[in-house]
């Protein structure tokens, strides 16, 4: 599990094909290197990998063709930048929201503007995905959490802060970017906890 607080910015630096898969290889600042194990998960742009390896202040994870196709990461090239996240430890603070890792579905922004010293994006997403997003509640975007602001139909819109611009990828959102999309889990909990009342034979 995550946080969606971004805790450094890393960078591709190599991205190997295996057979229909891809072994990736990233490169970080900030992370703690010592606190890292072969097996640990990291958040990269809202992927949930796995360390499979460590170069110095660089790890490789194997990314699946399933991950390849429903994420933006094969679309990644070196030195693209991204956002890092080590999983959550027991006592660690919770200062998002809880994030899977597990990626609902891709987004593409397509409206930016200043808004005070803040940037407003928005973000279209499927019909189907847009149904679990809710004004006020949160998503994570490319791993990052943020409340979400406005809903209009298949389109959200959420405020980036100063910080959260200087600290995450997303101060380098243009429109046309295309953006991993986890949705809160509490939606989709409460949409299958919903159907299960409706499926019980009435007596």
């Known amino acids: 599990m995550f946080t969606g607080i971004v805790l450094d910015v890393g960078r591709l630096m190599a991205s190997e094909a295996r057979g229909g898969d891809a072994r990736m290889v990233f490169a970080f600042d900030r992370l703690d290197p010592a606190a890292m194990r072969i097996g640990d998960s990291i958040c990269v742009q809202g992927c949930c990998l796995t360390v499979a390896q460590f ?9 699946s063709r399933e991950t390849l196709s429903l994420t933006t990461l094969g679309e990644l090239r070196p030195g693209a930048r991204v956002n890092l ?20 579905g891709v987004g593409q922004v397509v409206g930016v503007r200043e808004d005070a010293r803040s940037s407003r994006i928005e973000i279209a997403v499927a019909v189907e995905l847009a149904r679990y997003i809710a004004r006020k509640g949160s998503v994570a975007v490319d791993g990052v959490s943020l409340t979400v602001n406005e809903v209009r139909n298949d389109l959200f819109g959420v405020n980036l802060i100063p910080h959260t611009q200087q600290v995450t990828t997303l101060g380098a959102l ?19 906890l919903l159907s299960a009342d409706r499926n019980i034979p009435q007596s």
Do not use: C, K, W
């Open 55 to 63: 170069q110095e202040r660089a790890f490789a994870a194997d990314v």
């Open 85 to 104: 996240e080590p999983a959550l430890r027991v006592g660690d603070p919770l200062g998002g929201h809880l994030v899977s890792g597990h990626i609902d």
């Open 174 to 192: 243009t429109v046309g970017t295309r953006v991993n999309i986890e949705i809160d889990q509490m939606a989709r909990y409460a949409e299958r």
